[in-house]
């Protein structure tokens, strides 16, 4: 029984988390051309294939997005939104073993500068895929009322925000030391 509640969060999560991301990437062409030069900035792809890179990565974040709306459809979503963040891992380290100084534009807007916690959010995102992979094929095939997703619904609301800004949480964890900024 708690099996579909897993897969209903694990779906929620991911299908947010590549929404805000792909929403973010392609809302305006300005966006889009960030988003573009980040990518170049990384030097994973030729200089090319860049707009074909970023419009590929668009592409199947809204895919994922997609497959994840069914029941039916889900284990797929779940299997390529990981491959997706694996690729995403894999070019975040070159970038960062690189010395590369490229920032991460996940989100449609500039965070940090790309480091180690974005290959521990890629890492935690691919694990809430993995759960919903495991939920949806073992789970019971039966839909709960509404008002019993709710707690689901807010827990995946927080864990979202919480990926999505987490380059903001970082900073604020930061100490400014010039004096009287950085401290209330």
Request: with cysteine.
């Amino acid at each position: 029984m708690g099996l579909v509640y897993l897969e209903f969060g694990c779906r929620l999560t991911i299908g947010l988390v590549f929404l805000i991301s792909s929403a973010g990437k392609v809302g305006s062409p300005a966006r889009f051309a960030d988003f573009r030069s980040e990518i170049a900035a990384m030097r994973v792809v030729p200089a090319g294939l860049t707009r074909a890179a970023a419009a590929s990565v668009c592409i199947v974040e809204i895919a994922v997005v997609g497959l994840l709306v069914s029941g039916f459809t889900a284990v797929v979503g779940f299997v390529v939104g990981s491959a997706l963040l694996a690729v995403f891992s894999a070019a975040i380290l070159r970038t960062v073993r690189s010395g590369v100084g490229a920032r991460c534009h996940c989100f449609g807007f500039r965070s940090g500068r790309l480091g180690i916690r974005h290959l521990y959010r890629n890492g935690f995102l691919m694990a809430v895929c993995a759960a919903g992979v495991l939920a949806a094929t073992a789970g019971p095939d039966w839909t709960p009322a509404w008002v019993d997703l709710l707690p689901v619904t807010l827990l995946a609301l927080v864990a979202v925000a919480l990926l999505v800004f987490m380059d903001d949480l970082v900073d604020l964890r930061r100490v400014d030391a010039t004096p009287g900024r950085g401290r209330f």
